[in-house]
C-alpha cells in the first residue's frame, strides 16, 4: 500500500505562493492517479487537483488558474505549485491515490492571511 509524506506548509500573506511536496513509498507508482485535497477547519475533505501517470491534470474550480498539480515518477514524488493563494485556502493539504485511500499522511498545513 502506497503511503504518503507531506511537506512545505506555511504562514503566507494573500496573493502570495506556496510549492508543497509529497513523497511516497511503495512500488508501482507510477500507475496511480495521484491527488492533492485539503480539509479546513470545520469542513470536509475535498479533492483540489488530480493527475495521471501519464500527467493530465484537473483541477477543482476553486484553485484553476491559480494552482499547478505535478508529478515525478522517477522521484516516487508529487507537488503542488499554489500562486495568488486567498484565505479561503487556509487548509490541511494531503496527497493520497484518486480514488482516496485510507493510507493519509499526516498532512501539510498552509495558512493565508495577513
Known amino acids: 500500500q502506497v503511503q504518503f509524506v507531506e511537506s512545505g506548509g506555511d504562514l503566507v500573506q494573500p496573493g502570495g505562493s506556496l510549492r508543497l511536496s509529497c513523497v511516497a513509498s511503495?512500488?508501482?507508482?507510477?500507475?496511480?492517479?495521484l491527488g492533492w485535497y485539503r480539509q479546513a477547519p470545520g469542513k470536509q475533505r475535498e479533492v483540489v487537483a488530480l493527475i495521471s501517470g501519464g500527467g493530465m491534470t484537473r483541477d477543482a474550480d476553486s484553485v484553476k488558474g491559480r494552482f499547478t498539480i505535478s508529478r515525478d515518477n522517477a522521484e516516487n514524488a508529487v507537488y503542488l505549485q499554489m500562486n495568488s493563494l486567498k484565505p479561503e485556502d487556509t487548509a490541511v493539504y494531503y496527497c493520497?491515490?484518486?480514488?482516496?485511500?485510507?493510507?493519509w499522511g499526516q498532512g501539510t498545513q498552509v495558512t493565508v492571511s495577513s
Open positions: 511503495g512500488s508501482s507508482f507510477s500507475i496511480y492517479v
Open positions: 493520497n491515490v484518486d480514488p482516496p485511500s485510507n493510507s
